[in-house]
């Protein structure tokens, strides 16, 4: 929860590329949100747990979005209600301001850069959209004899790690479980 919520623009790679997302009340703390199951003192903000909503919208790959353990019974003045249905909103904000491009498909409106890792032995290939302004990474994938390349999301900062010299962690991740 800190690390979302100290830099919350680092969840919108993750959940673009995501299929299913569930968001559950019991995360967002119980002075935002008072009809949960197990209700805390601490949790997302209902501001943060709206945002989130919207970066699932926006994913063009999420094929499932649900909101989790609502309790009607302990819920004081329908407030939990109010944020369940202000979720909901985001939701559809971003799905409706949705944009669907993947750098592999059409490269003509991205620019690709290219960072050696000397330390590494390793280029890593990022690609930006010149519209959207997102950010993606190429993979490495060497399966039988062939070497394949697939894309995940991610941010400027990543790229900004690479052109330091450091292996973003979220290529490593990624590049450890597709070999």
């Excluded at 569930?22 to 997302?44: H, M, T």
């Excluded at 190429?138 to 062939?146: A, K, L, R, T």
Aim: a negative charge; aromatic letters at 14%.
């Amino acid at each position: 929860m800190g690390y979302i919520r100290s830099n919350i623009k680092e969840v919108e790679p993750i959940f673009r590329d995501a299929d299913v997302i569930g968001l559950n009340i019991s995360s967002v703390r119980q002075a935002d949100a008072f009809g949960q199951k197990q209700p805390s003192p601490n949790g997302y903000y209902g501001e943060e747990i709206c945002q989130l909503a919207r970066y699932a919208g926006l994913s063009g790959k999420l094929s499932s979005f649900g909101i989790y353990d609502y309790s009607a019974d302990s819920d004081i003045n329908f407030q939990t209600a109010h944020l369940v249905a202000q979720i909901i909103w985001y939701f559809i904000d971003g799905h409706i301001n949705q944009i669907k491009e993947y750098p592999l498909e059409n490269d003509t409106n991205y620019k690709k850069y290219i960072v050696n890792l000397d330390s590494f032995n390793q280029e890593i290939v990022f690609y930006k959209s010149e519209k959207t302004e997102r950010w993606w990474v190429e993979v490495p994938s060497i399966n039988s004899n062939s070497e394949k390349r697939f894309l995940i999301s991610c941010t400027y900062d990543d790229y900004v790690e690479a052109g330091n010299g450091d292996v973003p962690e979220r290529w490593l991740k990624a590049f450890q479980k597709s070999n």
